[in-house]
């Protein structure tokens, strides 16, 4: 562990604590987020929050609490139109049922306690508990939630996840990179061990509470082992995890690029000429040279082992119960294929771009395309590849060419089946 000395500076929260996506989030099915801390003590040399696009000096060693956060978080959904689950005065006589969910005027499928720029279960929260008081009005309005840790503390809030989960809807996902927790320590050096991160997991996973384990981001060379991933994988699967979902390493130019070629100039000196010569495009977003002799694919290399223990490596998604459901299936079996498609089958992105844009045109259409004539399908779907997925997906409750990728059963929470959804 690196020891530095850490600020904690309480703030109010200036704008609104809910960030709200434009569209559906493909990766992790997510629709809004909350970050109740800004800066991370874990100090991960890879870590995308500290670049300069953040605006956040001092990542690892001034962090800012947002000590209003849950307070904001509930006036905010008030005015979203969620409504508590115990509303005082006479309001609760006239509830339908204690279960009846009345559909707020801005649906969110699944909200993320946590973003970009912290690690909700930090050493802050130990003193300042942000993440459980938003976990605790999240039950009180029966909000899905997601979280992202590499910090065991979450079995602290083991019992308040437990009952959102039972109520509504809750997963509980590690980042983890490395196997090995002696190359861990050199990138995440104030985390939790992987072996507690493995630990942690069963834990959630024996109280029935849905998570699984986020390989990313997987570092060129170190991390890409068939060995490293392998391990994972099949470790995953022995605790009962939910999926494992890969991704890949962004670095941006400036401080996120620099801090990380300078971990790797000291420790992995054999690798520097690698990650030089793969950022030196220095592409604003991160994304490395594609195809250069020294990138592997490490989703196609994890799909395969995924198959081979039978864990999926997308994550299995929630159901909103006001979503569309047809909708919903359709546009998720899109998403996913497009994933497959771009990552696992390296198509070019031109050839599928259609894909995941007729995947949001449809998950945010307020009419379910059943409804719709085959000549208004026709009209909405111009691709007629994506099209004949689509028509097999309705007509035939299924996907042929999505099972080539993934067992059906895996591509919604719960095991059900595309024809369970559309019947």
């Known amino acids: 562990m690196i020891h530095i000395p850490i600020q904690y500076q309480e703030v109010k929260t200036s704008g609104k604590v809910i ?17 109740p801390y800004r800066g991370c003590e874990h100090n991960c040399s890879y870590c995308d929050g500290k670049a300069e696009w953040y605006r956040i000096d001092r990542f690892s060693s ?36 204690s279960s009846h969910i009345v559909a707020p005027k801005k649906q969110l499928s699944l909200f993320a306690i946590g973003g970009g720029v912290c690690d909700v279960y930090q050493q802050a929260e130990e003193k300042y508990k942000i993440t459980r008081k938003l976990l605790q009005v999240a039950h009180k309005f029966m909000i899905p939630i997601s979280i992202l840790t590499k910090s065991e503390m979450v079995a602290r809030d083991l019992k308040l996840i437990q009952k959102i989960s039972t109520q509504s809807y809750a997963n509980v996902s590690f980042s983890i990179t490395q196997f090995d927790d002696e190359v861990r320590k050199v990138f995440e050096p104030n985390s939790s ?54 991704a ?20 992995y000196p054999e690798f520097s000429p690698h990650y030089e010569h793969l950022y030196s495009n220095n592409n604003k977003y991160g994304i490395p040279i594609r195809n250069s002799k020294f990138s592997r694919n490490g989703a196609k290399i994890v799909h395969e082992f ?37 990552y696992v089958s390296e198509q070019k992105w031109r050839k599928i771009a259609n894909f995941s844009k007729t995947a949001r045109v ?25 099209l004949e997925v689509v028509e097999e997906i309705l007509y035939k409750g299924k996907s042929t060419v999505l099972s080539q990728y993934q067992n059906p ?12 959804f559309l019947s």
């Open 193 to 246: 061990s992987t072996e507690n991160r493995f630990d942690t997991l069963e834990l959630i996973r024996k109280n029935d509470i849905p998570g699984g384990i986020m390989l990313m981001p997987i570092l060129p060379g170190i991390g890409d082992t068939e060995e490293n991933l392998r391990n994972i994988i099949k470790k995953g699967k022995d605790i009962g995890a939910n999926f494992v979902l890969p």
């Open 362 to 386: 449809i998950e945010q259409s307020s009419q379910s395309v059943a409804s719709l004539s085959k000549k208004e399908l026709r009209n909405l779907i111009s691709d007629e590849t994506v």
């Open 306 to 342: 995924c198959r081979r223990y039978d864990i999926p490596d997308r994550i299995p998604r929630y159901l909103s119960p006001w979503a569309i459901k047809v909708n919903y299936v359709i546009s998720t079996i899109l998403f996913n294929l497009a994933y497959y498609f771009q």
């Open 248 to 267: 890949g390493l962004t670095l941006k130019p400036g401080r996120n690029k620099d801090e990380l070629l300078t971990t790797i100039r000291k420790n």
């Open 409 to 420: 059963g895996d591509v919604f929470e719960g095991n059900q089946s595309i024809e369970d």
């Open 62 to 97: 001034h962090i800012r609490v947002k000590t209003d956060s849950h307070r904001k978080f509930e006036k905010e959904l008030l005015t979203l139109g969620y409504i508590p689950k115990e509303r005082p005065s006479l309001d609760k006589f006239f509830q339908q049922s």
């Open 19 to 35: 960030n709200i996506y434009e569209n559906p989030d493909s990766w992790f099915w997510l629709s809004a987020s909350i970050n």
